[in-house]
Structures are given as C-alpha cells and as structure tokens.
C-alpha cells in the first residue's frame, strides 16, 4: 500500500488522536503515505442533549464506519469508551493502544475534591456512570448534564455554569491541559468506563492488509482489560443509558476485573469483582457480568431504561 487515510472526529481532542497514530504509522512505514480525513459526527452535532437521551455512543461513530464503507478511509480512530460493544457486521477493531490513564478527574476553580464541596454545590458531568458514583457518595451535592468537547466543558466551568465538572484524565493529558486538574478519583471513588484511556483502530473486518500493517500498535496488555471490560459491558447490554462500569488492571499475566452497574440517582449500587489469567479476558468479562446479574443488575437496568 501507498496510502493509509484515518477518518477521525474533527474535535480537537479526536485530532489529537489521529495525529498519534498518523505519527506512529509513519515512524513504522515511511514510504506509506498516512493522511487524515476530518468528519462531523452526529455527536459532535446535537450538543443540547444527553447522549443517554439522544442515541448513546454510537453517534460518535457511524460516520466514520460510512468513510470506511465507501472506500474514503482504511482506518478510524476512535475513543474505545465511544464505540458500540457490538461493531455492525462487517467492521473489526483491528488494535488498541497502549491505555493512557484510565481515571475520571476532578477539576475546580475553587474547591480541592469532591468531599470538600458544600452541600448544594453543582457538579456537571455527561456521564451517568460518574453521575451515578458522586450521587451515591455525596447525596448532598447537585449534578447537571454537561455536554461539549473538552474546551467547551472547562468554558463552562470558567463561566461559572458548574462548581466542579468531572472529565477523563487521560484527555486532558493529551491536550496538555493537566494544570486543570485539581484532583484524580481513584478508581474506588470513580470506577472508570469500559475502555476508557485507550485507543481502538477500527476497520473493515475484510481489510487485511490495512490489518496487518496496525498490528504493532496493539498492545497486548491494554488489549486484554478492554477485552475483559467490554466482554462485562455487552453481557449486561451496556450502553450509555445506564450507569456502567468496568476496569481491568494485569499483573503477572492475572487480570483482575471490576464491575458496577448502578441506578442513575445512585440509590442502588451492584459491585463485583473476579480474576482470571490473561487468556480468559473475554470470559472474565461475562463472569463478572453473571455475578452482577445474579445481584440483580437486569432488573436494575430493565428499571433505569423504562424510566429513561
């Protein structure tokens, strides 16, 4: 091949992305020329809404999967949290990249952490995963829907819209923004989104030497927890009108998995928790899930959605 086209998103943060991995197809194949095709993605358009209200994830994506489809891309960058735990017929994730920081961050003008915020304070944040886990926490707090790319939730803020919002590290440290962040939520404050931190490179699943030419950016140990993590995340049919959280970590060839699956005004909250070694991620991810199920995480869901 002589040509490799990237569809991305044209926020500056999904721009960011496809640079890193244009810049990475370079270094491996310098006499393949890499460009990027910028595209508006329904997401990007209907900003007055939840995502939970509008359609979930999934419209960050299928404008990119249409570039592949017509022939106008080989390739697209995504977020791994933003794509559906079920691709379209005909479409592979070919790698995903080595995990940036998996966390959510915490970021104020005037407060150091969530704990310090005065009762009646407003929190905004897009996610109901991270609604869900403040509101349990800290009943005494308000949290408002916040929508926008990056720039325009920490506008937002500085406007005096939201006390506090609540963002992925791992996006504000690829915009060199991490100065903004006040304070990292520990997984066991903030259980991050399936995926979240890492890169996923999808493209169609008959594309093999455009395949073959990603392979080495997968890297093997992101690529087992995200496995794990969305393997969990489709068992329970995740999407973003449900609270829905699973994290991964590997050491010494054993992952170790987190679930949660909560009601959205934090009320109910389901944990679970199992390991097996990394070979198994995918059916780490469904025992997890069946331990959730067996709390009662599908009636939790059936319930959230009917009020949805």
Not at 47 to 63: A, H, N, R
Not at 189 to 217: C, F, H, K, R
Not at 289 to 306: N, P, S, Y
Request: hydrophobic share 45%; proline share 4%.
């Amino acid at each position: 091949m002589q040509k490799l086209v990237i569809a991305s998103r044209e926020s500056v943060l999904a721009m960011w992305q496809a640079k890193h991995i244009q810049s990475r197809l370079q270094q491996l194949y310098p006499h393949i020329e890499v460009s990027i095709l910028g595209m508006t993605t329904q997401g990007d358009q209907i900003l007055d809404k939840t995502l939970s209200k509008i359609g979930g994830k999934g419209l960050f994506v299928k404008e990119l999967e249409q570039a592949l489809l017509e022939g106008r891309a080989h390739l697209a960058v995504h977020s791994i949290k933003d794509v559906p735990m079920v691709l379209p017929e005909g479409f592979a994730l070919a790698a995903i990249t080595e995990r940036e920081d998996p966390s959510d961050a915490f970021v104020s003008s005037h407060y150091q952490s969530l704990a310090e915020m005065p009762a009646g304070a407003v929190v905004g944040t897009s996610s109901l995963r991270r609604e869900a886990q403040v509101r349990a926490r800290y009943p005494q707090l308000e949290v408002k829907p916040l929508r926008g790319n990056v720039q325009t939730r920490l506008r937002k803020l500085d406007e005096g819209q939201y006390d506090a919002i609540i963002l992925a590290t791992s996006g504000l440290k690829r915009l060199e923004l991490e100065a903004r962040i006040r304070a990292v939520l520990v997984p066991q404050e903030s259980l991050p989104a399936a995926g979240q931190g890492a890169l996923g490179i999808e493209t169609l699943a008959d594309a093999i030497e455009v395949q073959a030419l990603l392979a080495p950016l997968n890297d093997a140990q992101t690529a087992a927890c995200v496995t794990a993590e969305r393997a969990l995340a489709r068992a329970l049919n995740g999407s973003c009108q449900v609270p829905l959280a699973a994290y991964a970590t590997e050491e010494e060839g054993v992952i170790t998995l987190n679930g949660l699956v909560a009601h959205p005004d934090g009320s109910v909250m389901l944990t679970a928790q199992a390991q097996a070694p990394v070979a198994y991620a995918d059916s780490l991810g469904r025992a997890v899930a069946k331990k959730l199920a067996d709390d009662g995480a599908h009636a939790l869901i059936q319930a959230v959605l009917a009020q949805a």
